[in-house]
């Protein structure tokens, strides 16, 4: 299920961001994989399409001499993207500092009672009730170790640097599971706070709060409008740029390739 964080009670709020800072120091977090690169991405992916944007300038202007430049069509579309991921990197960045990120750490985490990925702003869960048989894959390459994956279904998977590890992560979870069934069957609710960083909505038996105020933490997350509306920008504006550069190398050189092409064709003494 996904929750929107903003609806979620505020003591939930405040106590959900705390451990995600540390998770590694609160005992209710069975295993966590924070995430770093939606910090550094939009400033890898932009200097890696101004990197781009040099060799195919570069080419693109040498051929267009002596070669039309239709023949090197695909390369005009390499183009337009290497803009177009420069421009999304560019107003990802503007983002950032225009909507703030979200106060809580992004993530995959396993509690004692929920499975959390957070993604924007809302959380996708699933209870740990709800976790059947996992699925756990060695993955090696040329006969080494390369990790070993976790899966508890749907997006909810974690890697481990050796079998063992996944093995032991897995009967942590399932012990887990075990203690949360019973909790809930009992409805002991003193219990379930003790383990549970989500009790206010498991014994309301709901997650979505009217009226919450506007206090924090809270998430202020992009308008979809805009969101649609800058990878827009970022395709037409790559298209339109590419297809530009494309026109004026056609019509810049026309005469030069027409020399180079007579120039071929003159018959060797």
């Known amino acids: 299920m996904r929750v929107p964080f903003n609806t979620l009670p505020r003591s939930v ?7 995600t800072k540390a998770p590694g120091l609160d005992p209710r977090v069975l295993v966590s994989s924070t995430s770093w690169a939606g910090i550094w991405l939009a400033y890898v992916l932009g200097g890696l399409s101004l990197i781009a944007l040099v060799p195919i300038l570069q080419f693109t202007f040498t051929r267009g001499q002596t070669i039309d430049p239709y023949h090197d069509r695909e390369v005009y579309l390499e183009l337009a993207l290497a803009i177009a991921v420069l421009v999304l990197s560019v107003t ?9 990120p979200p106060p809580y750490k992004p993530g995959l985490y396993a509690f004692s009672s929920y499975l959390v990925q957070t993604r924007g702003a809302n959380l996708d869960m699933m209870s740990i009730t709800d976790i059947g048989t996992p699925t756990i894959v060695t993955v090696r390459r040329n006969g080494a170790h390369v990790h070993t994956r976790l899966e508890l279904g749907g997006a909810f998977t974690f890697y481990h640097s050796t079998d063992a590890a996944a093995q032991a992560c897995w009967s942590k979870i399932a012990e887990a599971r075990g203690r949360f069934r019973a909790m809930l069957a009992a409805r002991d609710a003193a219990a379930i706070a003790q383990v549970d960083p989500f009790v206010e909505c ?5 997650w979505s709060f009217a ?15 805009i969101v649609i509306g800058r990878w827009a920008v970022a395709i037409i504006l790559g298209v339109f740029t590419a297809g530009v550069y494309y026109a004026a190398i056609d019509h810049v050189f026309d005469e030069d390739r027409t020399a180079y092409l007579r120039s071929q064709r003159r018959p060797r003494r």
């Open 211 to 225: 009226g919450q105020p506007p206090a924090e933490p809270r998430v202020n997350p992009i308008p979809m409008p």
């Open 92 to 100: 990802a960045i503007v983002f950032r500092l225009v909507w703030k």
């Open 202 to 206: 498991t014994v309301a038996g709901t």
């Open 13 to 19: 709020r405040e106590r959900f961001v705390q451990i």
